[in-house]
């Protein structure tokens, strides 16, 4: 007797190939069984007449690591379809970390969240913490560059490494990769990762690529020096023979959008010149970061508690606002998006501002915009995180169209309000470019949320509905799909999404997850 019976599904395998109509039955954590199977019998068997069955989806850039602890269950990923989730991402993670050092907490709270006191000093003590909670989907690791960088170097490492720092690094990444990490990040836009010479670079990634893994790299300008930023990356990949995953493709700006066919052509020179480049993207205009982000690079590699008493002094104020107005070498968001597109998500010291714009609080204090975003960071505690209005949607679009892109969510999970990405940006997919939109065919767009990212991540077990292979599987009505979410309420329950499976275990339903740990660590080992 099967555990379950998908009778009269129409099949969409993950693989691009045309759907067709099948029964499928599953086996314990397996797909045992794809055909008629009339007469079989199975535990439950499910009518999935005029519904979808697909591959679990893959998110292929993901910040989870906290998360996954704080709700073993994975409810945020597993009720909008994501079977499985790669973390560690930008350069952002939580190990390895000295036992004593606070500097790496404070790099990441707005990101990660908030860290109640663990450190994890390699990637196998986090693994560790993780068994002992179960996890409610599949979870892959990146090593990552700011918790390299925090681990090698002595003192602020907001500076360039010296050699026998940067020989720390790349033994203390060797050991993630031994422990089953199964790539390196960084994030070039950040500190202290901004901070890294080309020769540290190249060392990691020779080290990524003698251990098997690949580099995924939130590159370092996305708005007005997007391509010779693209250029710098595409370079150390030539120069490493590395696998590159660019993170989060975009172009930041309205004056960079004509911006896109250069890039999607500069990649596809680099693929057919040899290079294994990849990209991934969120399906939405807005992006989501840390508030403190929006100044510039110089003033990022201050203690914070040292960046906030800069911050109250006028001519300091006065200094930071001419470099954000008129940026050099660097992206400012502010100059491309405007404090009328810069809403704040979460201001744990003055939540009362949440979900308004900067414009909008500045004009409610009747106060200079930039003085009112100079006070909320002077002033703020724990975690500052923003929402800004940055790409077109026929940017988005033409980036979402091309071969390359996969998906992934960028999902963060600092506070009590996030993006809607993090909780449904899978639906939100399916929803507006699926459903609505049509841009790309079913059977494309699904191959990029699952088949084509497992190939990626070297993963042969999942990401296709064949026998044999994992049942990490998605039900859901192309019809009837709706993402419903909002930016006050990005966790609303999805509508449409029927069933979702876990290595054969049913993790959420209705769009509600149960609770389940059926998940599994995906190490390289």
């Known amino acids: 007797m099967y555990s379950y019976l998908f009778s009269h599904a129409t099949v969409i395998d993950g693989t691009g190939s045309a759907r067709y109509v099948a029964d499928v039955a599953l086996d314990g954590d397996r797909i045992a069984a794809i055909g008629s199977l009339d007469a079989a019998k199975a535990g439950r068997v499910v009518d999935a007449r005029g519904m979808f069955l697909t591959p679990g989806f893959i998110d292929i850039h993901a910040h989870s690591e906290l998360m996954a602890l704080r709700d073993p269950a994975m409810r ?55 068994r002992l909670h179960g996890t409610g989907c599949n979870m892959a690791f990146l090593a990552s560059h700011s918790a390299l960088r925090c681990a090698a170097m002595s ?63 939130h590159h370092r300008c996305e708005g007005d020096s997007v391509l010779e930023s693209l250029k710098e990356v595409l370079d150390l990949a030539r120069q490493s023979g590395v696998r590159l995953e660019v993170s989060h493709l975009k172009a930041l700006g309205p004056q960079n959008q004509h911006k896109v066919k250069k890039m999607l052509s500069l990649l596809e020179d680099a693929q057919k010149e040899g290079v294994d480049v990849h990209f991934d993207q969120y399906p939405y205009t807005y992006g ?52 009328d597109q810069i809403t704040v998500l979460v201001l744990e010291s003055h939540p009362e501002y949440e979900m308004r714009t900067i414009a909008q609080i500045a004009e409610e204090k009747d106060v200079d915009p930039f003085d ?21 949607e ?37 929803d507006r470019y699926g459903r609505q939109l049509k841009v790309v065919a ?15 991540l070297r993963m042969h077990d999942r990401g296709t509905i064949a026998v044999g292979k994992k049942a990490d599987l998605v039900l859901f009505n192309p019809l009837t799909i709706r993402d419903t979410s909002t930016l006050q309420h990005p966790d609303s329950t999805p509508i449409g999404l029927h069933m979702v499976f876990v290595n054969g275990v049913l993790a959420a339903e209705e769009g509600i997850a149960t609770g389940t740990a059926s998940g599994q660590l995906l190490l390289s080992l």
């Not at 500097?103 to 196998?124: E, M, P, V």
């Open 155 to 217: 003192g602020n490492p907001n500076r360039a490494a010296t050699d026998s720092e940067i020989q720390s690094m790349c033994a203390l990444l060797a050991e993630c990769f031994n422990q089953g990490c199964i790539g390196f990040s960084s994030g070039l836009y950040y500190a202290p990762c901004m901070y890294a010479e080309a020769k540290e670079l190249k060392a990691l990634l020779l080290t990524t690529r003698f251990h098997g893994g690949f580099f995924a790299v």
């Open 442 to 456: 079913w059977e494309q767009l699904v191959r990029r949320m699952t088949g084509e990212t497992a190939l990626r």
């Open 394 to 430: 026929k940017s988005l679009v033409e980036i979402m169209q091309h071969p390359m892109m996969c998906f992934g969510t960028d999902a963060l999970y600092a506070g009590s309000l996030c993006h809607p990405r993090s909780y449904n940006a899978a639906v939100h997919l399916l």
């Open 372 to 392: 009112c975003f100079f006070d909320l960071l002077a002033g703020e505690t724990g975690t500052a995180l923003m929402a800004d209005v940055t790409q077109s």
């Open 288 to 339: 989501s970061t840390s508030l403190f982000s929006l100044l510039p690079p110089a003033y990022l590699k201050l203690e914070r508690s040292e960046l906030q008493e800069h911050l109250k002094n006028p001519s300091v104020r006065a200094a930071i606002r001419e470099e954000m107005v008129h940026p050099v070498g660097w992206d400012s968001i502010y100059e491309t998006a405007g404090w």
């Open 76 to 130: 945020a990923k597993v009720q909008q379809g994501i079977t499985t989730d790669v973390s560690g991402n930008c350069g952002i993670g939580p190990f390895p970390c000295k036992a004593d050092d606070a500097t790496i907490k404070s790099l990441t709270q707005d990101i990660l969240g908030q860290w109640n006191g663990h450190y994890w000093q390699s990637f196998k003590d986090y693994t560790d913490a993780l």
